[in-house]
């Protein structure tokens, strides 16, 4: 019994969670920290929106944190998390850590963004409570070094060029930058603190009953209609999608969530995103049992670079996907239609109908639907031409989190089970609208589900006629 009980751990083994998945688990609960502001006595507490079953982060739980953020070479979260473990420590938390381990982090952490006096006041805190600490020790006689150092440099600048200098050795301190160029407006309209409408261009958007421009069907029994925006128009659908119809699909779904597919820029062909092998969702962080508010989708895509074409892993998307055809099942042919007859656009020739799953910390960052002029091979191997129209499902509510926001006009589209939203990519000359920049902000509480179908061109030539402006 004991053996057959321990060869079948063997064989479980390979699910378990591993070092990947904990440092995956950190670093999506960095970024909800950054994306929302959130500070670290928040997270630690389990004060977010939406949960009604409160679980806290140990001084551990921190330590393991700040180390992960440490190993990344990022001090900003290092000494953000270190410091939420001291002061758990200092509160009198029982734990596995001790604060000397805690302070020789947190201490060279602030050294690292340029506070040395602040770094020499955590080493001696060290070493009161260890005065042997050889790492500490040495840390201090530097320390020491760089402060006369600085003192003797000071004496040969008027008091007024001292204070500049010294300014400018402490580096402000804040997230890592990164690559994106639209980073502050994103996180801002993934908080809800984006760029407001004014009231004309408000009074310009309605509500309505649609029939799909004179659709036989929809005329008997309209939709409603609501615009989200008004350049680039996006509007939505509600009581587009039953229940039951998202249920169905969602079935359909969940034993082919797996790697997406996405389009190899350089030569045009779709290709599966190579995630990492293992494309659990974890019901784990690092070592808590704090997973029932964080359950993380940790998939990573590899995407191959624009300039090179080599597989790179992609930090952008974080969800997991399936494509479901309309000719398996009845309910997906009928949602196709159901597309088709409400945009009057031709689907035949559109991509299957794309279901997609995201957890908590899941995201996917600001990108284009439609393939830029220096992707002249996007979708080549289609056939189909370039997206024209992307229809998006909610098939979930979101606790907190997850809109899908626009940042280059700055729109904002939250969740809303049951509703669709729809948008031209295209401009009816066939050129790209680059308003249509989008993002799926990180889901802060909860789990998303939504549901796809990207159009295109071909197919569409009578449908949406081509203008002779460019811009039109």
Known sequence: MYGRFISNMTIQRQYFPNDEDQTGAAKALLRLQDTYNLDTDTLSK?????????????????????????????????????????????????????????????????????????????????????????????????????????????????????????????????????YLPERQKYEML????????????????????????????????????????????????????????????????KPRLRRATISNPITGILETAHYRISKRTIDFLLTSTILNIYEFDLSRATVHDPQTGKLTTAQYRVSKSAWLSGYENPIVARINTRIQDLTGLDVSTAEELQVANYGVGGQYEPHFDFGRKDEPDAFKELGTGNRIATWLFYMSDVAAGGATVFPEVGASVWPRKGTAVFWYNLFPSGEGDYSTRHAACPVLVGNKWVSNKWIHERGQEFRRPCSLSEFE
């Open 46 to 178: 389990g004060n977010l929106p939406g949960v009604k079953h409160k679980t806290f982060l140990t001084a551990e739980d921190c330590f393991e944190l700040g180390k992960i953020a440490y190993t990344e070479s990022d001090y900003y979260h290092t000494e953000l998390w270190m410091e939420q473990a001291l002061k758990q420590l200092d509160d009198g938390e029982v734990s596995s850590i001790d604060k000397v381990s805690v302070l020789d982090y947190l201490s060279y952490a602030v050294y690292q963004q340029g506070d040395l006096d602040k770094a020499m006041t955590l080493t001696k805190r060290l070493l009161e409570l260890d005065p042997e600490h050889q790492r500490a020790n040495g840390n201090m006689k530097y320390f020491e070094y760089i402060m006369a150092k600085e003192k003797e440099t000071n004496k040969s600048f008027a008091e007024t060029n001292d204070k500049a200098e010294e300014e400018s050795k402490i580096q402000k301190k804040g997230p890592s930058k990164d």
């Open 190 to 253: 993934c908080r809800g603190e984006g760029l407001k409408m004014t009231p004309r261009r408000q009074s310009k958007l309605f509500c309505r009953y649609s029939d799909g421009n004179g659709n036989p069907k929809y005329i008997l029994g309209p939709v409603k209609q609501e615009d989200e925006w008004d350049r680039p128009r996006i509007v939505r659908f509600i009581e587009i999608i039953s229940d039951e119809e998202i249920e169905t699909v969602k079935e359909l779904a």
